[in-house]
């Protein structure tokens, strides 16, 4: 039966694909906020052609796992799905650490947990970090893991950028294999949030496999040897990706012989493919109104909690008139995210905090609360001198206020955000006109070639980041430096002396207590910048059928999918 099934889902992507490639518009559900955190590059130059290179040399032998097969629908193709070519924060980021696995993994709570390493200590100072680490890990050809290796991923991220890891090791100053098993790390600064990022962030490198690769942008699926739970057993470009049982996981048991990836770019399809038991688990949030059905079939279920993945309205800082933080704030003013909550959403999400981080995320110091007031909007746009026009549309230093709002194409409820803040913002005399375009058309707009290096080019764009961003203070500095070096993230293009200051006393901070009063004043001067204006966190809710597998474990602000669900007992 299991055959059968894989059989058609081939058969499903192929007539997706045929589809999307004569117009098709059919509706589509929506893609979490996350999917907006792309990795170092697109896919490869070379990526088209199909690609079924084993990922290891040794032969799997029936794992006797739980499940025989699980597949998986996941809305676009991932590369070569490697730790310098995956493509999505989420959810290409969460696949990746089903063949990789960093030192420390965070559980449910996000609280860092052994993995690779069996335990650390950290100096009084804060300075050094001890990683102890099995003895028993082997990488997916057969070679043996130990301290080199990690060593080795230390001086690769820095020697070969990756938009990710290589902020995080910024302040590591040296790193020493002390025997085959540890390994000491020495910062130049002490780092409250180290165990996040990078330890439990950044997969660790084969030294015998990648010390020969020296465009790792680039690099194909024959570099993807990792430790983790599943290996690559195939790769179909922009088709599915085949992931096999480590039969040899030191860490738990995979809890499937077989997880096959599904490229299926319209979730409604996903979710057609799901009902009809072609696919056991769609990636994408299901739609609000969706629930009720997926909750009355009995072989269907959901996995829901809370999102930490951000939904915004972001302003291009560096073109006029949204350079002026008078006129981004009276945006803001204008704005109601609780329709948006009430209406697209139908309540399933948390109000924003105007400073980006979650209310209740944790490093969130001081949360604000968004103002809604149309008249305090067009009393501080009077005050700027935007009159109105006889079109009903103000006219700003001889400019009307006429602006391009773009967003997804294939994401109904962002769109449906948008034609809302569109209708909220004529009612104060701004026109955004909503311009749905295709994701890669508004990632090169707002972040071209995922580096901020290279400007930007939009007005108004409906943008979200992944979760990982909610759990570390550094990250958060990273969304609003006016330096590229440290505001990788910085697509708006914020440029304020006072937010860089802070960011650096944040960052320079040794522990959470002193960190706190600087974090909280940074928190409030972002909220009165308003580079961007908060909209949302769209609580996580993930169909899946639960008569093929029902041991999904949802966690906090990221969903269900991952190693904690498709591996026991790590």
Known sequence: MRTS???????LIASTLVAAACGSDDDAADEPAGDDEPAAT?????????????????AEEPSGAAVEQIVIAIGGDESSLNPYTYVTGYPGFNLLGLLHDSLVQLDETNSP?????TDWTVSDDGLVWTMNLRDDVTWHDGEAFDADDVVFTFDYVVDNTHPRWTPGVAAVESVEATSPTSVDITLTEASPDFAVRPLADMPMLAEHVWSAEADPQNSGTDVNIGTGPYRLESYEVDRSYTL??????????PVADTVVLAVIPEPATAFAALRAGEVDMVSSIVEPQLVAE???????AVSAGPGFAATMLNLNNERPPFDDPAVRNAIGLAIDPQELIDAVLLGSGTAPNPAFLHPDGPVTVATATHEFDPDAAAAALDALGATLGDDGTRVLDGEPMQFELIVYADNPSRIRSAEIISEQLAAVGIDAQVAPLEAETVDEQVWPGFDVNNGRDYDMAMWGWSAP????????GSLLHSDPAIGTLNVTGLADPAIDALIAQVNEA??????????????GLVAEARPFVMLYYQDGVYAYRSSTFDGWVYQNG???LGKLSLVSAV
């Open 294 to 300: 997926f909750e009355a079939d009995s072989n269907l």
């Open 113 to 117: 947990q052994p993995l690779l390493a």
């Open 244 to 253: 096999t049982a480590n039969t040899d996981y030191a860490m738990g048991a």
């Open 510 to 523: 040794a522990t959470v207590e002193e960190r706190a009063e600087p974090l909280g004043e940074l928190e």
């Open 42 to 58: 697109q896919p490869a130059d070379d990526a088209d052609t199909a690609t079924t290179e084993p990922s290891g040399d040794a």
């Open 469 to 476: 961003i909610q759990l570390d203070a550094g990250r958060f």
């Open 5 to 11: 099934s894989r059989r058609l889902v081939g058969v």
């Open 558 to 560: 990221q969903g269900p």
